[in-house]
């Protein structure tokens, strides 16, 4: 069964930076997506980068381009999200998920995306910018 582990983000000024990692286990898939999403009240979870691993191609919204960069460690199987130059609206609760498909590459695909499209999911870690 695939578990996902997020850490990182906390407290930081206008303009900073922090980085958000989630480790992934048990991933029975040979290639799978890994994604970011910030919570909407009331609301499915938003997209913010994904990032598939057959290939390392990347997908970023459109709010975090030039802005937010995920990559990956494969020898720890953990996927970092380098967040720069943040907005006090960039602050909300991150989580990760993952499933074994490649859609999260594509802007088409997350423009229908439903959330049990990912299997597994992390409980989030906070992210707060103060202006």
């Known amino acids: 069964q695939v578990h996902v582990v997020e850490s990182g983000g906390g407290s930081v000024q206008s303009g900073g930076s922090t980085r958000l990692s989630c480790t992934a286990s048990?991933?029975?898939?040979?290639?799978?997506?890994i994604s970011w999403f910030r919570q909407v009240p009331g609301k499915k979870p938003e997209g913010v980068a994904g990032?598939?691993?057959?290939?390392?191609?990347?997908w970023y919204d459109d709010s975090v381009k030039g802005r937010f960069t995920i990559s990956r460690d494969g020898a720890t199987n953990t996927v970092h999200l380098q967040m720069n130059n943040l907005k006090p609206e960039d602050t909300d609760v991150y989580h990760c998920a993952a499933d074994g498909h490649d859609g999260c590459m594509s802007g088409s695909w997350w423009s229908t995306y439903d959330e049990t499209d990912f299997g597994a999911w992390g409980q989030g870690t906070q992210v707060t910018v103060s202006s």
């Open positions: 990032f598939y691993t057959g290939g390392s191609r990347t």
């Open positions: 048990g991933v029975p898939f040979n290639y799978y997506c």
